[in-house]
């Protein structure tokens, strides 16, 4: 770790990150790595820290430090590491805010991600996801979305905020909405107001979802789709006739029939 050889420091480091140095052994050596001007052995040190167990202030810090000194391209995949080997350890989540506060809208949205799969307790979790939907980039707000109820936020206010997305004025946090509502309709018939709703969107998008997700989960909404359909492409209007054959059950080929012939 401590030769002048790139290529050597480079196996090192390669070679602590994938076994962990166990008993604390070379811990000092690759805090000084976290300093590196090289990138990758930045990523293999963090790593190797974190699979050795060091949780500690010093880590903590040096590990924010070795984030700072990375370029923006090289951060993703920094965060991604980190994630990858600090699973369960919440003395992680103060990095990750600092990410949630970078300039770039991409990595605050892969920085979402990576909370998640650090596996903490929603307590620790829900408040960054809460902040991330009110976020200015409609991607950073997709993720957040997409991920609530994944996070354990109570049903209630999954609901809250798939409405309050459905409001917005870009169209990727209104597709994010229904594509939740989609997952939680099948257990929740409050979902399916609000996807009845998102059949006036004028997003394509959104209305297909919204139309498919409704003849999956809600047969006697057939009617409701069909009448949506007035205006469609025909391809995508081909595609819910079938999915409604496909999906609805035995009232649904009847009432297509009738549409189609109307």
């Known amino acids: 770790l401590s030769s002048k050889d790139d290529g050597l420091r480079r196996c090192a480091a390669r070679a602590l990150a994938q076994i962990g140095p166990g008993d604390g052994a070379g811990t000092d050596e690759l805090l000084r790595i976290l300093e590196d001007d090289l990138p990758d052995l930045r990523w293999y040190a ?53 990410a949630m506060e970078d300039a770039s809208d991409e990595l605050r949205a892969l920085a979402l991600m990576d909370i998640l799969r650090l596996g903490l307790p929603s307590e620790e979790v829900l408040p960054l996801l809460r902040r991330a939907a009110e976020d200015a980039s409609d991607e950073v707000r997709t993720t957040a979305l997409q991920n609530l109820v994944a996070a354990g936020l109570p049903p209630k206010e999954v609901l809250q905020a798939c409405e309050r997305a459905l409001g917005d004025e870009s169209p990727r946090p209104r597709q994010g909405a229904v594509w939740v509502l989609g997952q939680v309709a099948g257990k929740d018939p409050a979902a399916l107001p609000l996807l009845a709703r998102a059949l006036d969107d004028d997003d394509r998008l959104v209305h297909s979802t919204a139309a498919a997700t409704l003849l999956r989960v809600s047969p006697e909404s057939v009617p409701l789709v069909l009448r949506s359909m007035q205006g469609m492409e025909t391809i995508d209007a081909v595609t819910l006739v079938e999915s409604a054959l496909q999906n609805a059950g035995p009232t649904a080929p009847p009432l297509v029939v009738k549409a189609l012939e109307d």
Do not use: I, N, Q, Y
Request: with cysteine.
């Open 46 to 98: 963090a790593v190797a820290l974190l699979r050795g167990g060091a949780k500690g202030v010093e880590a903590m810090r040096a590990l924010e430090e070795a984030f700072s000194r990375t370029k923006e391209m090289d951060r993703r995949v920094f965060l991604h590491c980190v994630a990858e080997a600090g699973s369960g350890v919440p003395e992680l989540l103060p990095l990750f805010r600092r």
